[in-house]
Every structure is written in structure tokens, then in C-alpha cells.
């Protein structure tokens, strides 16, 4: 441990149920200056269209982080002795207007961008990851993409909307935001109107993996594939926390039987350290389908997973 960067507050200098209500009871500052990394809520669902609840995600992520340390004893990652961490608080999204937010969203990554941090986003509905991958595409260019999901969420329109929470990904590949050839889609699976809900992306140049190809197996192997076609790529990870089984994450608003399970989404995190990872995000928590805390829980933990794995934090070699 060093004096040079952030600490979170630790469990024997307060009591896990005390100290302040940040991503893993960090600093809190105003704007990204100065840091390596930040984490960012987006407290929004209205861009939701099954059930809602996700505007309250973000809280509950935090509270739910408490208990973590700040150690991998897995992995061997520090996170906080090689990067400068503060929860920067929540984007304020215009509550009443999707497509407003949408503008809002871009113009407040571009400034995170801008002071040199990688945001970590604490979602909030899917709709969010397009307005981040405009602000990534105009500092990086395109960028490959690990979309962690239940759903492809490359619907042309909702209800006659093309800005929803199932839309995101076509925005973004209309706008020039992706690398089709690095485009990853893990989890997808359940019923649809058509195969074009999953072979879309895949005419795009995608790779599509269904849940079905992941039973019963290590997703190990998947992400050195994917490491290796990605290479040296600027590399954003989005991750819905519907990818996983609703045996693990009950608290989302578009369940889905016969999802990922937690080991496999640890996989898939871990699997990412030694990319040029830019950014990454959890979405779609919704506190209040999710009695236990659970949800929340594995998405406080997915968060410090993905910032385990960006540049600048070593790994214990493997043994």
C-alpha cells in the first residue's frame, strides 16, 4: 500500500455499514482531474421497456460495495497501488428526456475523457452505452467492443424510437463507433421475432456467442481468442448484468433463463487484463427486483474486477 494514491476506507478504520456511500467507500471529487480511473453513475431508466428501476442501480451498487478490499487475491491485482481511483459521482441526466440525456452523457465523458481518466460507469439502463461510445470513438476513434448480454441490443427502433435501452449497439455501429472485426457478443440467448435479432451483428462482421455454446464450459479458452484478435486495440467492455443466469441476478428488468454464471463472468473480466482496455461499464441493476442485494453485490464486484484489469495493473503470473 502507498500514501500517493486513494485508499478505500477500510473495514477496521470503520465499520463496513458506516463511512461514506462511494464506490468501495473511496475519495469523492468533482470532475476526473488527476485521476487514472474514476466511477461514474448513471442513475437513469428511462430508457427501459420492461420493468424499471435501474435509475437506482447506482446507489445500490455502492452500498452493496462496501465489503470489498482492496487485494485480488485471485489475480494479484492492487488496483490502488498503481492508479489514482475517486468515485466522481453521477452524470445528471435530464430524467424527462431520453434523448436529451443522451447529449448529456457524451458531453460529460468528454471531459472525463479529456482529463486523461478511464471511466468505470455504474448503469442505469443499457441506453447509456451508446452516448459513451460517441465520446470514445471521438478521443480513440472505433474501438473493439466485449458486450456482455442477454440481448444483441441492435434493434432499429423501439415503439417507433430508435433511442431505447435495445438499441444501443446499432446507434453506435451507425455512427462509426466499432471495429466490426473486434465486436464481441457474449451471453446472448432466449426467444426473439427472428433470427435477425442475433444474425445482424454477425452480417457486421461480429462475433456472436450464444449462452448455449458457453454451458458447461471454461470461457477461458473464448477470451484468449478474443485477446488475440483484438491485440493492441482500444478495447471498451459493457457488460449487463441480465448476462448472467437470474438464479445469480435476479434484479434486472429483462430476465432471461439459462444465462452465464458468476465463475464465467469472472472469466470473461479476468480475461480481459493485457488489453487496451479504455473504459468499461455494468448496467441494468434494478434494486428493486432484487430483495437480497445480490444483483447489486456481483455488480459492485464486476466493477472492481474490470478495474483490476486496466493498463498500468500488474498480475500475479500465472503459476
Request: charged share 20%.
Amino acid at each position: 500500500m502507498t500514501d500517493r494514491f486513494n485508499q478505500p476506507l477500510g473495514g477496521n478504520d470503520m465499520p463496513r455499514f458506516g463511512g461514506p456511500a462511494s464506490m468501495m467507500r473511496l475519495p469523492v471529487q468533482t470532475g476526473a482531474a488527476g485521476l487514472d480511473a474514476c466511477f461514474i453513475g448513471i442513475p437513469m431508466d428511462i430508457g427501459t421497456s420492461n420493468r424499471p428501476g435501474t435509475r437506482l442501480g447506482p446507489r445500490q451498487i455502492r452500498a452493496e460495495s462496501c465489503m470489498l478490499r482492496p487485494y485480488n487475491m485471485a489475480t494479484g491485482a492492487a488496483p490502488f497501488d498503481h492508479l489514482q481511483v475517486a468515485d466522481i459521482g453521477d452524470v445528471p441526466i435530464n430524467t424527462f428526456d431520453l434523448k436529451k440525456s443522451i447529449d448529456i452523457i457524451a458531453a460529460h465523458y468528454r471531459e472525463v475523457l479529456a482529463a486523461g481518466a478511464l471511466p468505470l460507469t455504474l448503469g442505469g439502463d443499457h441506453t447509456l452505452t451508446w452516448p459513451i461510445l460517441r465520446a470514445m470513438r471521438e478521443k480513440h476513434g472505433p474501438v473493439a467492443l466485449i458486450h456482455i448480454d442477454a440481448h444483441a441490443d441492435i434493434n432499429d427502433t423501439m415503439f417507433g424510437e430508435s433511442v431505447a435501452h435495445g438499441c444501443p449497439f446499432r446507434r453506435a455501429w451507425e455512427e462509426g463507433c466499432l471495429i466490426n472485426e473486434n465486436v464481441f457478443q457474449i451471453g446472448l440467448r432466449g426467444t426473439g421475432y427472428s433470427p435477425e435479432d442475433f444474425d445482424w451483428g454477425r452480417k457486421q462482421g461480429w462475433t456472436v456467442v450464444q449462452a448455449e455454446a458457453c454451458w458447461h464450459k471454461s470461457l477461458t479458452p473464448l477470451m484468449a481468442d478474443i485477446r488475440a484478435q483484438i491485440g493492441a486495440a482500444p478495447v471498451y467492455i459493457s457488460f449487463d448484468i441480465d448476462s448472467l443466469d437470474p438464479a445469480f441476478a435476479p434484479g434486472t428488468g429483462t430476465v432471461e433463463i439459462g444465462g452465464l454464471t458468476i465463475w464465467q463472468a469472472l472469466e470473461i473480466i479476468r480475461g480481459c487484463a493485457g488489453l487496451n482496455v479504455i473504459g468499461a461499464d455494468l448496467v441494468e441493476v434494478s434494486p428493486p427486483y432484487d430483495p437480497s442485494g445480490n444483483t447489486a453485490l456481483i455488480g459492485a464486484n464486476l466493477l472492481y474486477e474490470m478495474l483490476c484489469i486496466l493498463p498500468g495493473v500488474p498480475q500475479r503470473a500465472p503459476a
